[in-house]
């Protein structure tokens, strides 16, 4: 399902503040919640909320508990792996073409999310850090010019930071801000900008990794 950015509907809004609530701790994979309390939530309709609750099933972010409501789903570690693996066949393989299309508009975009890592605010956390790592992911495969690409990535990473957010949940005291000023994004950035394709697969690949090993 691609949604629609500029006018999301009623049900897209629904979808994705369910995973938001799950992201920052709000939803826990405890708790049941039930159609009846996501439209008093909202304060909408049965409809949009019923039919986003169908779709975060079949996204597997929600399993239904007949009688009782609905459940966050788990993410375990062959889940992380089996994400991992497919992050590698979309991203990695994605980059012959992303360095074919690639524009100077594009690059300069990749640029500038690299300069906003290697001076984060004082508020940053391991959650900023987090949500800079995803956004440029997702800003690279954008050079694809392929919404399908594009969508399908953005569904992983939504996994991914749902299972960074059971992490996070279970193990705040442990878990560690990455350190963005050694960061392999602005040499994956200069690699595709020299169109040295051998480079940034492999830049890629070992970030992809490091990104599996934080949340395992």
């Given amino acids: 399902m691609i949604i629609n950015t500029n006018k999301p509907t009623l049900k897209d809004r629904v979808y994705r503040q369910v995973i938001e609530m799950i992201c920052n701790g709000q939803l826990q994979s405890s708790a049941i919640i039930t159609e009846k309390q996501l439209t008093a939530h909202f304060g909408i309709s049965k409809s ?24 966050v789903i788990q993410i375990n570690g062959k ?52 949500n800079r790592n995803v956004e440029f992911h997702l800003c690279l495969i954008e050079g694809t010019h392929n919404e399908y690409i594009l969508d399908t990535l953005s569904r992983v990473l939504s996994s991914c930071t749902r299972a960074y957010a059971q992490l996070y949940a279970l193990q705040k005291e442990t878990v560690v801000l990455p350190n963005d000023k050694t960061h392999a994004h602005p040499l994956i950035t200069e690699a595709i900008e020299n169109h040295d394709l051998a480079t940034a697969q492999s830049l890629l690949h070992n970030d992809i990794l490091r990104m599996e090993s934080q949340l395992l």
């Fill in 48 to 71: 949009p909320v019923r039919e986003a609750l169908i779709q975060l099933c079949h996204d597997h972010v929600l399993t239904s508990i007949p009688r009782c409501g609905y459940q």
């Fill in 79 to 130: 889940d992380v792996h089996d994400l991992t693996e497919l992050r590698l066949l979309i991203e990695v393989g994605s980059l012959p073409k992303l360095i074919e299309k690639t524009t100077p508009e594009h690059l300069k975009r990749l640029h500038e999310l690299n300069r906003q890592r290697e001076n984060p605010t004082k508020e940053s956390d391991v959650w900023s850090s987090w």
